[in-house]
């Protein structure tokens, strides 16, 4: 009963072809998704009135694409990685030259619907078109950015946060400090709490207020997804006619994918995938607060970074990385004995990002340092040697009194690895040297833990 729920759900859904997709070999199945700034459901038609207010959506006409997410997927299907593009992102648009890349959509559509229509084309099929292209060259832009070939394209608009969200009883999330920013609607306590639909909406539309703008919003967006795809995976949902039923109907109104989607044969490559096996991640960024010459806020990015980045969740670092330790079980304290400021905080991230734990993050007052090195109870200590190796090979020195298992890192004028601005997933190649680059967040595993709490 299940399975046929299921085919009807995806029985349901719009198809759109021609989207240019696939021809990719990549080890990952590559699924671009998008949340679309739309006032129409997923067939074209207008939200009412009363959706709109909902969605504290307005009336202006937008086709921004404020959500983009690019999901790998290996060929085994066990694992899956959802990796952010910031909306602001400066990338070179098909067409349009360089841009922020959640105009690529709305802004090429605008342009060649206006040529259609000069040309005498019904507005009807001009509007047919236009929309492809918008949704081509956003799909040639991430490409350009990412590296890869998309395979299949998703897409869903304001109103399907909302319908998905109450589907599934809710989505649990957890703030730092309690929010109010009536722009977005978002109005929440600090601590866990369950949001609704249009609450939820709010919660990942939030910009303004944040202490990291772009990138909090971000995060925001991907607790919300780590959560709503652990409570999908959960039998609460798929065994519940009722929730599949409402599924269903989110999913029919509001979800738009490409026509070549075997979605069920899709589904049953993943049968052995779990929630803790999704993680959310974030594009490295070069600089959040960037300009161009025409004075436009954008955040600069490097493809080069990007794609060595996008490239690794798929292959991954050397097994002889970390020499068989399992992250999970190391807690790294970081002292910073460089004139860099900040730099034992972008490591301790850069090391979270890799699955180790961080626990004192202090400035070292231990004397001069003159060479970056890893401590340790023993100079044969596994876990310091892993530590050690993911940090760019960095000497271990023996330390009288630590214990056994204990790491500490000494980060020294000399430090090149992740973290700092010339190493690791920081490795910008840019010419330009005025840019400081931005350490990426730790990774969000969906399901572990119950919800993360955020900004």
Known sequence: MGWHSVDQLVSSIERISDLGLGGGSDGAVDILMVGIDARTDAHGNPLSADERAMLHAGDEVGLNTDTIVLIRVPNNGQSATAISIPRDSYVDIPGLGMGKINSAFGVTKFTEQQKLIDKGVDPAEAETRSTLAGRQALIKAVANLTGITVD??????????????????????????????????????????????????????????????????????????????????????????????????????????????????????????????VKFETVPVKDLNGWTENGESVVRVDPVAVQKYVAKTIDGDPPETTGGVDPSTVTVDLYNASGTGGLAG??????????????????????????????????????????????????????????????????????????????????????????????????????????????
């Open 152 to 277: 299949h394209y998703a897409e869903v608009g304001l109103l399907g946060f909302v319908l998905l969200t109450d589907a599934v009883g809710g989505v649990d999330v957890c703030l730092n400090a309690p929010v109010y920013e009536p722009m977005s609607g978002a109005d929440f306590p600090a601590g866990p709490q369950k949001l609704n639909g249009p609450e939820a909406l709010s919660f990942v539309r939030q910009r303004h207020e944040l202490p990291r703008g772009d990138l909090d919003r971000i995060v925001r967006q991907q607790v919300y997804m780590a959560q709503l795809v652990h409570q999908v995976l959960s039998a609460k949902v798929l065994t519940n006619p009722g929730r599949l039923k409402d599924l269903s109907d989110a999913v029919g109104r509001t979800i738009v994918l490409d026509d070549g989607w075997d979605v069920l044969s899709f589904l049953h490559e993943l049968q052995d995938l779990s929630a803790g096996q």
């Open 346 to 455: 972008q490591v301790g991230q850069a090391l979270a990002g890799k699955g180790f734990h961080t626990g004192t993050v202090d400035n070292w007052i231990g004397g001069p340092v003159q060479s970056s090195r890893v401590l340790a109870g023993s100079s044969s200590d596994a876990n310091a040697r892993a530590v050690a190796g993911v940090l760019g090979g960095l000497p271990v020195i023996k330390q009288d009194g630590m214990a056994e298992g204990a790491v500490r890192v000494v980060l020294a004028g000399d430090y090149a690895g992740p973290g700092s601005a010339t190493g690791g997933q920081l490795d910008f190649t840019s010419t330009s040297s005025t840019m400081t680059p931005v350490p990426p967040a730790p990774p969000i595993d969906a399901g572990k833990n119950g919800p993360k709490c955020v900004n």
